[in-house]
């Protein structure tokens, strides 16, 4: 299957400071990628729809102007956590659709290895 | 409103026994997909299974199986004969759109 990388795979910043997350598809280009941030044993709730060449759609309640998205490229979207803070500390994972045909419409979706952002 | 539900926020099962963990959706959609995802303690999500809601048979990959009982909303994930990797957790999810929505998981932890 398709390839998709995160960097940093963890990274512990101090608070105020901002802290980038690249996302990349190594194999394949990627004009949507989606952003999922996870808290211990929870469920991966969205956050933003990242579009090639365009802006990013966030999910209601999500930040714009916290959480920056840029899709600069087919094979990079970052994530770019501006000012953090404590309850900033989370695992963020994003995933690539490729669309294939082999699972419906909205095609498969490959999924980095996740980042943890510790923030002191 | 929760549109996947997983009751199960954990689950044990013994080696070698078989174990369902459940998974019900809310949609209005008649064309629609429903996943499974792994993510064991080192955070990746590893894909299990697909199922279609036009797919007429229950989709099968290994040791994986989905029940799938459209009227009733329903994508239970079967996993026969568990083995001590399989400790993780399970995420239901349902394609909405182009977006992937998750379940609120459940950890299953393998006994030996």
């Known amino acids: 299957g398709a390839v998709v990388s995160q960097h940093p795979s963890w990274v512990i910043c101090k608070s105020g400071t901002s802290v980038k997350i690249e996302c990349r598809s190594l194999d394949f280009q990627a004009t949507t990628m989606f952003w999922y941030r996870q808290f211990p044993k929870q469920s991966l709730m969205l956050m933003a729809t990242?579009?090639?060449?365009?802006?990013?759609?966030?999910e209601q309640g999500v930040e714009k102007d916290k959480f920056l998205i840029n899709h600069a490229s087919l094979t990079l979207s970052t994530l770019t956590v501006t000012s953090a803070h404590p309850e900033d500390s989370s695992f963020y994972i994003c995933?690539?659709?490729?669309?294939?045909?082999?699972?419906?419409?909205?095609?498969?979706?490959?999924f980095g290895e996740g980042s943890r952002l510790t923030v002191l | 409103a929760q549109k996947i539900t997983q009751t199960q926020p954990g689950m044990f099962v013994q080696e070698k026994e078989a174990v369902t963990l459940d998974c019900t959706y809310d949609?209005?959609?008649?064309?629609?997909?429903l996943f499974w995802y792994k993510q064991p303690s080192s955070g990746e999500m590893i894909f299990l299974i697909y199922?279609?809601?036009?797919?007429?048979q229950n989709a099968t990959e290994g040791r994986y199986s989905l029940n799938f009982q459209k009227a009733r909303k329903s994508a239970n994930l079967v996993i026969s004969a568990s083995q001590l990797g399989d400790s993780a957790m399970y995420f239901c999810?349902?394609?909405?759109?182009?977006?992937?929505?998750f379940g609120q998981g459940t950890e299953l932890s393998v006994k030996p």
């Open positions: 999810a349902m394609r909405e759109g182009r977006k992937l929505i």
């Open positions: 990242s579009n090639e060449g365009s802006k990013a759609t966030y």
């Open positions: 995933s690539a659709r490729v669309v294939s045909g082999r699972m419906g419409f909205g095609g498969e979706l490959f």
């Open positions: 949609t209005s959609d008649q064309s629609y997909g």
């Open positions: 199922q279609g809601s036009y797919d007429e």
